[in-house]
C-alpha cells in the first residue's frame, strides 16, 4: 500500500487568544481518538501563554506553527483535510471575514476556504463584543462561503459563577458531518 493509502487525514487545528484555549487539549484529544492525525497553528497572541504549548506539542508529536516560514523552508504540514478554529475570538473572525492574512493562523484559515475542505469555528465571544455589527457582518460572510459555526459562546459564567461547558468536540462534529 502506498503511504497516500495509509495516512490518516490531517486536521487543522488554529488556535486563538481566548481564555478557554488553555482547554484546547480536551479538542485535540478527542480527534486523535477519533483517528484524525493533529497539526496546531496558533495566533502569535495565543502563544503568549493562553495555553500549554509544551503539552500540545507532545501531544501532537509536531512544533505548534505561529510564525512564517521563511521561503526556503518547506511547508511545515500535510496539507489539510479539515480545519477547526477554536477557540475562535472576535478579532481573528473579523479579520478573516475581512480578507486579512497578516499573520500564519490568518493566512492558513483565508486559503482554506479555497481549498475546498471542511472548516468548522468554535467562537467564544462575550456577548458586549459580539453585539458589535461588523461581527454579525463577519459571521453571515463566511457563512455564505461555507464555513460551519457552532452555537455563540460568551464564556461568561452563570448564576454560580462557573463557565458553562465549551463543547470541544462539536469542532469534529461539524467537519465529519454533511
Ligand atoms: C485573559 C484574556 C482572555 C481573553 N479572552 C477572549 C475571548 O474569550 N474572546 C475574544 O474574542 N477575545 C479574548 N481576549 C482578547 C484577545 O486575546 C485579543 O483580541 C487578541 O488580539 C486576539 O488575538 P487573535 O485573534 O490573533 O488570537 C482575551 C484576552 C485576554 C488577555
Given at each position: 500500500m502506498t503511504e497516500q493509502a495509509t495516512r490518516k487525514p490531517f486536521l487543522y487545528v488554529v488556535v486563538c487568544a481566548?481564555?478557554?484555549?488553555?482547554?484546547?487539549g480536551e479538542l485535540i484529544a478527542a480527534a486523535q481518538e477519533r483517528d484524525w492525525e493533529v497539526g496546531v497553528i496558533a495566533s502569535p497572541v495565543a502563544m503568549?501563554?493562553?495555553?500549554?504549548t509544551a503539552a500540545v506539542e507532545a501531544r501532537t508529536g509536531r512544533p505548534i506553527r505561529s510564525a512564517w516560514r521563511t521561503p526556503?523552508?518547506?511547508?511545515?504540514?500535510?496539507?489539510?483535510d479539515a480545519v477547526v478554529v477554536a477557540p475562535a475570538t472576535f478579532n481573528t473572525v473579523n479579520k478573516w471575514a475581512a480578507g486579512i492574512a497578516d499573520t500564519l493562523a490568518l493566512g492558513t484559515l483565508c486559503e482554506a476556504v479555497g481549498l475546498g475542505v471542511p472548516i468548522a469555528v468554535l467562537p467564544c465571544v462575550a456577548d458586549a463584543l459580539a453585539a458589535h455589527p461588523a461581527y454579525g457582518d463577519s459571521l453571515e460572510r463566511l457563512r455564505g462561503m461555507g464555513v460551519r459555526f457552532a452555537e455563540p459562546y460568551a464564556g461568561e459564567g452563570g448564576q454560580d459563577g462557573g463557565r458553562p461547558e465549551f463543547g470541544w468536540k462539536r469542532a469534529l462534529d461539524l467537519v465529519e458531518h454533511r
Open positions: 481566548a481564555g478557554i484555549a488553555a482547554d484546547v503568549n501563554g493562553f495555553f500549554d526556503g523552508e518547506p511547508r511545515p504540514f500535510p496539507a489539510p
